[in-house]
């Protein structure tokens, strides 16, 4: 493959405004569809390539799937080259936001701007190219597409297949990949395919300053959405002992979960990035001097090797302890009070109560002989009305629910709120992960004897991506999930049966570069265009072959 026509494609691709959730990512699907149209393989094989609706987007955008066959042999073998076609919007580029997308025009207004020394270093180089989606992550959808004209031009070396594929959504809600993965099962079965592997070439980024390393990852991060919903026991401030502040349970509560690193997975040498709020509110609407009854957080939370069963399992403990932390509290704090005040002592009657939503709606339910699901439908129904934000969305159900309880003792309830993102941990236990692991490990090989380069092999690609629907966890723990997600189904849900259909270990092989998402994004010509596409096209040949 030559890197003078890997780089023309990347920088044109660039050129084509491709926001999410914009008409953008339809006009770069197009593109996409068109190149492969001019090759000699397609127009002998229309069928091949396809323009695929995302199931149900208001925006009709389109997949681009391009199916290659080897000649040699009859091999089912097929590997899947997969990017994303989006980037996230262009205001941080300020004044000069109109070249975001031309990386030539651009290289001269970032001059204007007050750059750090780093990005002075690499602008004057002549070694990087900057622009909005040329590192996140059109170079790597550039390399797919190069890679795809190569093959196809050498068909009758080629053993096994190879499908491409673009989606759009991936800075999203991964609208395309989820609806991709019905694609990739009708494919499979009307084209005899066995999926052995996806390659994806995302991005990679150094992970520390000063960190030259170049990283591939066989594997990828999941990540999972927990919310607790507290509830407390409202009072009057002059009366504050008779009262459980829900903000101080809500505190406790993040003080546990926030940054913990028992909550971390740690995999062979790699750990998952502890959980960390995005949010965390009390549901007061006035002014009044009555306290706090309704509190609410949630959390970002990466997995490694941690399930949903197991995530709601750790963190019910944590809510448990932190609850038991906060009676004691108040508990020693209303003893010293009441000497102080010279009024007898009586321990408050609180007790620790932590429940699942799944444990509250079946509470629910009992208690109202069943009638709580054509309330809840109803509630629903008038909820959507409102548009609201699928975490709110997911946050009212729960309210609704703990209203209709007859219990009215403070409580944490614990739930899921989208998005889901699973990990995949490629274990080397079944004979397809073998087979990357070799062939990753042999195409980083033969590039370390050739290229001056510092390499390492690590297990998870450590930003969220596509990646994560190539294979799903066991039905019980994905139970625990849907079960625990008042929204499922209604406001979100997965392609869990097509996902469990594909079950194909991944691996990423991205381009090299600096600051995805800022406006001083760029990508290193040298590694990018040179050597990344030669990993890419000798992992596909050894997992074709083995």
Not at 77 to 83: A, E, F, R, Y
Not at 506 to 517: C, E
Request: glycine share 6%.
């Amino acid at each position: 493959m030559e890197k003078d026509f890997i780089l023309k494609l990347a920088v044109e691709l660039t050129g084509i405004k491709s926001v999410v959730a914009s008409e953008g990512e339809v006009e770069i699907a197009k593109w996409i569809y068109d190149f492969f149209k001019t090759l000699d393989y397609y127009k002998e094989n229309p069928n091949y390539l396809l323009l695929s609706d995302l199931k149900g987007d208001a925006l009709n955008r389109k997949n681009v799937l391009a199916l290659l066959k080897g000649q040699k042999g009859n091999s089912k073998k097929t590997v899947i080259l997969i990017g994303h076609i989006d980037t996230v919007g262009v205001e941080d580029y300020g004044n000069i936001k109109e070249y975001a997308t031309c990386p030539e025009k651009l290289k001269s207004a970032l001059k204007t701007k007050e750059l750090d020394e780093d990005t002075i270093k690499d602008l004057e180089s002549g070694k990087w190219l900057f622009g909005r989606g040329i590192f996140d992550m059109k170079s790597g959808v550039a390399i797919n597409m190069a890679l795809i004209k190569y093959f196809s031009e050498k068909i009758g070396e080629i053993e096994g297949n190879v499908l491409f594929l673009a989606v759009p959504d991936e800075e999203g809600n991964s609208k395309g990949m989820l609806s991709a993965a019905e694609d990739l099962v009708r494919l499979a079965e009307i084209h005899d395919l066995e999926y052995v592997a996806a390659v994806d070439t995302d991005y990679m980024a150094p992970r520390f300053p000063g960190d030259d390393k170049k990283y591939i990852y066989i594997g990828t991060v999941g990540k999972i959405l927990p919310c607790f919903y507290i509830y407390g026991k409202e009072t009057h401030v002059g009366q504050a002992f008779e009262g459980l502040d829900a903000n101080l349970l809500a505190s406790e509560i993040l003080k546990e979960v926030d940054l913990a690193f028992d909550l971390c997975d740690v995999v062979e040498g790699e750990a998952s990035t502890p959980p960390i709020s995005l949010g965390q509110r009390d549901l007061k609407s006035e002014y009044s001097v009555q306290t706090v009854n309704e509190a609410y957080l949630y959390f970002n939370y990466s997995t490694h090797s941690s399930k949903p069963d197991e995530v709601l399992e750790k963190l019910k403990a944590k809510a448990q302890k932190a609850f038991e932390n906060v009676l004691k509290k108040l508990n020693d704090d209303y003893v010293r009070y009441c000497q102080a005040s010279g009024i007898p002592y009586k321990k408050l009657p609180w007790k620790p109560q932590v429940l699942t939503f799944k444990e509250l709606y079946d509470a629910v339910k009992a208690e109202t002989k069943g009638k709580i699901v054509e309330h809840l439908r109803n509630f629903k129904e008038n909820l959507m009305k409102d548009k609201p934000d699928d975490r709110i969305y997911c946050l009212q159900i729960v309210r609704e629910l703990a209203r209709q309880w007859s219990n009215k003792n403070p409580a944490v309830i614990l739930f899921f709120a989208p998005p889901y993102y699973p990990h995949i941990y490629v274990k080397g236990q079944t004979e397809k992960e073998k087979n990357l692991i070799t062939a990753v490990n042999s195409a980083v090989a033969e590039a370390a004897a050739r290229f001056p380069y510092k390499f390492e092999i690590k297990k998870f690609y450590p930003y969220i991506s596509d990646l994560s629907y190539f294979s799903i966890p066991e039905e019980r723990a994905v139970e625990a999930l849907i079960d625990n997600m008042p929204g499922w189904g209604e406001i979100y849900s997965l392609p869990v049966d097509y996902i469990r259909k594909l079950d194909v270990p991944v691996v990423n092989i991205g381009p090299y570069g600096k600051d995805a998402h800022k406006f001083t994004e760029r990508v290193n010509i040298p590694y990018s265009f040179e050597v990344v596409p030669e990993i890419v096209e000798k992992t596909v040949r050894l997992l074709l072959e083995g």
